[in-house]
């Protein structure tokens, strides 16, 4: 097997917080040199991050869940660039690199010379990509926003909710999203370079991302008029819902494909054959008219039984699609998960033995994983300027006694 598909990349990673780092973290486990730069006596702002909705982000070491997450496999500089020598040494491993990602506010970036026009002159074959919350046009292209906000102005937080109450979906997941787009566009602009040789600049943002993903929704609702969202529990669909078990576990069913074809069968699984010929049920449209009685009779069958005992008689009574519903805790030890990697050990210098998440990709040549922790602030300092700058060590002394570094 070789190295990762993007080994022999270099990727400058000028970001902060989530949805930048992320979409360097993608590009990371591809095996790219993704260097990531923190402000000298600042460091990126997602160290800081102590609690998210009451749970601890501090782990032992003064170290960060989301920061550990976000920067594995990267190498890390501090780098001050107010000052001149710092935008030189910036400048410097722009020069030298093919990938420069960042989710600075545009009149940051031009402010401080990182801006796309500034740093194609000194290597026109770099591939530029730009996260923002909004886009880079229109009225609010220089606004700063955070995933709530993103998820608001998207169409998001209402298309969650079961009533008129907004929803937030999971936590940092417009973040991610943000991310995957943000390394798509570099592997993307990578491949037109290889055909063209020209570099050039892209932008994403969190907004794009997310009225992407909901893309279907949106199109329903441009030519229905109509918001689609869940409906409440006890209203939705009985084949296509959620049951409390003896156990307290929760069972999802998702008969959607030719649901009267498996309605018998359904029936038969769960010892409930007589149901089958019930002119309430026996068909989708019986089923959906009186939806609220079916749903409350399968309430109460599918708690006299452990979750476990009904996925077993469902796998052995037909070919239906369920699943248990996990806790994320429960995933972190769920068997179908850990054997396909998408959560693997990684043995962390200071943490010790622990789980990450890893990419879920199976490449049979060149191969994903996680093979450094998140950098301490700096920790590639010297390692970055010497090797890739060439600067000789009593120079690299003379900016740390500057504060550059």
Known sequence: MSDGALH??????????????????????????????????????????????????????????????????????????????????????????????????????????????????????????????????????????????????????????????????????????????????????????????????????????MTSILGHLISTAYFTGRDIRYEPRARAAPLGNFYRCRDGRWLALSIAIDPDRSWPELCQAIDRSELADDPRFNNMEARSENREELIAIFDRHFATRDCEEWEKKLREGGDFIFSRVNTLVDAVTDPQVLANDYIVDFDHPVLGKMKQVAMPFDFSETPVRIHSPAPDIGQHNVEVLQEILGYPMDKIVSLMEQDVI
Do not use: C
């Open 8 to 209: 022999g990349i270099r990727v400058i990673d000028w970001t902060l917080r989530h949805q930048g780092p992320a979409g360097g973290m993608y590009l990371a486990a591809l095996g790219a040199d993704v260097i990531h730069v923190e402000q000298k006596g600042v460091g990126d702002i997602m160290r800081g991050t102590h609690t998210i909705f009451g749970a601890s982000m501090t782990l032992p070491g003064d170290r960060n869940i989301f920061f550990e997450d976000l920067n594995r496999n990267k190498r890390g500089i501090s780098i001050d660039l107010s000052k001149p020598q710092g935008k030189e040494i910036m400048h410097g491993l722009v020069e030298k690199s093919d990938v420069f990602i960042t989710n600075y506010r545009p009149k940051a970036a031009l402010k401080l010379g990182m801006d796309y026009e500034t740093l194609r002159k000194l290597n026109p074959r770099l591939i530029y990509g730009l996260a923002t919350a909004y886009g880079d046009r229109g009225p609010e292209k220089d606004s700063g926003g955070i995933e709530p906000a993103v998820f608001a102005r998207s169409g998001a937080l209402s298309a969650n909710g079961y009533d008129d109450a907004p929803t937030l979906p999971p936590i940092a997941s417009g973040d991610r999203t943000g991310g995957l787009f943000l390394a798509f566009g570099v592997v993307t602009a990578l491949l037109v370079r290889e055909r063209t040789g020209k570099g050039q600049r892209f932008s994403t943002s969190q907004l794009g991302a």
